[in-house]
């Protein structure tokens, strides 16, 4: 009778994971999703159209209403010692893990991501064109683009039919030449590419984060499940269990083992998120991510059917940030790599060279049953000249800019507050 309880108990922990995706076992496969949302779609997967459909910058200048206040404030992240990546990839094609202790140092991050009004302020003082207006078109959601300009559409990615390059989409026309940011102008930028963000974060005395800058803000002080206990990455962990099983041991403490295990498997450990695992704590949104059946049903449960304002949803864990996961994609610092160790790192800046730039946090076309890729340890690429309607940036700093200095919207240190402390259940 006792090893009947072993083996059941066995049988639960074997088969309880914090990662899984819903439906079939086949949307749980990295590869059966490499491509399908069109997140890694680039630039050179579509001909170049002719940037007839553009005008001059100054003819397209977008005033900023007097009532949208300045969004480019920073927070400090303090220097700390976190799990980058995961030993439970959901996508282990994409260099997801393995697990591995990084150090990152002390460093200043913006708290949101950069909005059409900060990106208009740069455009109006340097008269800088994007590679999205100079190559003359971008990709674009065919959901969100009007019949009339669709028409005029000649091409689609195979892998992913609804993803289309649009003449005349760019930052000021986000779904294509007959769209406005005018009612948006809180919202992030989209259609600029890496190089793009490189120029604005240099114009703004910033650079681009660091993949492990980014992870860390991502995470805030939240711990893997592997550091709360550590014999849950001994790989012959389940050998361990099979001996204690069939080998006649302590029968008493097999079982006491076995439940321990299974219940801390089951536990809000894995950090999924920045403030833990539930994607609706409470039952309340706290990113914006797609809602139904993508990309035919877009119930809009969290109030949008595209972006989202910068400020919108809860700071999204300790540090402060918001929407660092989900509303849209953000470039950062490093070259694409998919190799890694569980070496220690400190301050990891990824290899010298590459072909693609890493981007992180999903947007608002992912779902878990489709891209789910709005995870912490999630990641992505595209090549720096390539732009989308999902994709955006924020910038990082290793010292506050001297103009920043006089604004009382910096946190220097964050302490921990029981009151404000972002725990497992909301």
């Known amino acids: 009778m006792e090893k009947l309880v072993c083996v059941f108990l066995l049988s639960l922990f074997l088969c309880t994971s914090c990662e899984t995706c819903d439906g079939d076992s086949s949307q749980c496969d990295g590869d059966s999703k490499e491509e399908g949302c069109g997140c890694k779609v680039n630039r050179d997967s579509t001909k170049y159209s002719s940037n007839e459909h553009n005008e001059k910058a100054d003819e397209q200048h977008v005033n900023i209403p007097s009532d949208i206040p300045r969004t480019n404030e ?34 200043y991050l913006d708290k949101h ?25 971008s990709f674009c959601l065919e959901n969100y683009v009007s019949e009339e300009v669709l028409k005029n559409v000649t091409q689609s990615v195979a892998a992913a039919p609804w993803w ?68 849950y990455k ?12 069939w080998g006649g041991g302590m029968i008493v403490f097999c079982i006491l083992f076995l439940m321990f295990t299974f219940f801390l498997n089951i536990a809000s450990t894995c950090r999924l998120f920045p403030w833990g695992n539930k994607e ?27 972006t989202a304002p910068v400020t919108e949803f809860p700071e999204q864990n300790i540090f402060g940030v918001k929407n660092i996961i989900g509303n849209v994609w953000e ?10 160790t569980p070496t220690p790192k400190k301050n990891p800046k990824g290899p010298r060279f590459g072909t693609d730039k890493v981007k992180k946090g999903g947007s608002y076309m992912c779902h878990k049953n489709y891209c789910y890729r709005y995870r912490c340890d999630a990641r992505s690429q595209n090549t720096p000249d390539s732009s989308a309607v999902n994709l955006g940036f924020r910038c990082a700093s290793d ?15 964050v302490l921990l507050d029981e009151d404000n402390i972002v725990k497992e259940e909301l």
């Open 234 to 245: 001994y790989k012959r962990k389940r050998e361990i269990i099979m001996y204690c099983v």
């Open 280 to 306: 609706e704590p409470k039952g309340k949104h706290w990113m914006n991510i797609w809602h139904g059946k993508f990309p035919s049903e877009n119930t809009a449960d969290d109030g949008y059917h595209t």
């Open 113 to 137: 991501e950069v909005s059409n009004a900060e990106f208009q302020r740069f455009v109006a003082e340097t008269k800088y064109v994007t590679e999205a207006e100079s190559f003359g078109n």
């Open 74 to 107: 920073m927070l400090f992240i303090e220097r700390g010692t976190f799990t980058m990546g995961t030993d439970e990839p959901v996508f282990p094609v994409d260099g997801e893990g393995p697990a591995r202790k990084v150090t990152v140092y002390g460093f």
């Open 164 to 231: 289309v390059p649009i003449n005349g989409a760019d930052w000021r026309h986000p779904n294509g030449p007959d769209s406005s940011i005018k009612d948006i102008m809180d919202h992030p930028v989209v259609h600029v590419s890496w190089n793009d963000a490189v120029k604005y974060c240099e114009w703004a005395g910033k650079r681009l984060p660091t993949e492990a800058e980014f992870e860390r803000a991502c995470k805030g002080n939240l711990k893997s499940r592997s550091d709360n206990f550590p014999l």
């Open 331 to 340: 470039w950062t610092q490093d070259w694409w790599e998919t190799k890694f």
């Open 399 to 413: 010292t506050l800019p001297s103009y920043l200095n006089d604004i009382n919207l910096v946190q220097e240190e």
